[in-house]
């Protein structure tokens, strides 16, 4: 609907697994974001791609590894993550950055881990 | 950096009376403020959004104010109806070490009773 799909939809995974997020948009957008968010929680901004560069990398732990191979792809590679990091994870995109833009989100992936 | 705060975190309202959800920022630098929507299972969508050198702005149902001075901003929704059930996220931008991004409120859970 968005213009912007994330698959999976839900995973569960245990600590000692290496999983992937996919995220692509449709939109012909320049930078892509990946959000993390948690129950009662603000919104958090992990990575953020321009250009397929990264761009901003918001303190996230080394278990969390984006990956950009074009402007329209967006991955991120998680292994042997904490149980604290279950979450939903967002992907969004918008026409450039930095700068005043909409941010189109996807229906995001709901991690549980075990 | 900035600090966004939202209230109220819940709120439930009867069909077709007004809601208010209210932000206050820190950062008198902020210049632009975007309302989110967050339907479930789906990520946020901007409603509306507000560059800080006008004082209202107004959409169909939805309106949002901004009063510099006080830095705080409110989403109005009128004739709320049954679809406008949500969770509604206010932002505000950020530049940090020479990155931008936006600070998000902890979001509203509105409820809209038939």
């Known amino acids: 609907e968005t213009g912007v799909t994330q698959t999976p939809r839900h995973l569960v995974m245990g600590m000692t697994n290496k999983k992937s997020l996919k995220c692509e948009q449709h939109l012909g957008h320049n930078a892509m974001y990946w959000y993390k968010q948690s129950a009662k929680k603000p919104l958090e901004l992990m990575f953020v791609y321009s250009l397929e560069e990264r761009v901003e990398n918001n303190s996230v732990p080394s278990r969390f590894s984006p990956e950009c191979p074009n402007s329209s792809h967006l991955f991120l590679h998680l292994h042997t993550l904490q149980p604290e990091d279950s979450a939903l994870y967002l992907c969004a995109s918008s026409r450039s950055y930095p700068g005043h833009r909409e941010q189109y989100f996807g229906p995001g992936t709901r991690l549980t881990v075990t | 950096g900035e600090n966004v705060e939202q209230h109220p975190s819940t709120l439930s309202v009867q069909e077709g009376d007004s809601a208010v959800i209210k932000c206050t920022y820190s950062?008198?630098?902020?210049?632009?403020f975007p309302w989110y929507k967050q339907e479930l299972g789906k990520g946020p969508q901007l409603i509306i959004d507000?560059?800080?050198n006008v004082g209202e702005k107004k959409d169909q149902r939805i309106a949002v104010t901004l009063n510099k001075t006080a830095k705080h901003f409110s989403l109005h929704i009128t004739e709320t109806q049954p679809e406008d059930s949500a969770v509604y996220f206010c932002a505000a931008p950020t530049w940090g070490s020479g990155t931008y991004k936006y600070i998000f409120g902890t979001g509203t859970r509105l409820k809209v009773l038939a």
């Open positions: 950062d008198s630098a902020s210049n632009y």
């Open positions: 507000i560059r800080s």
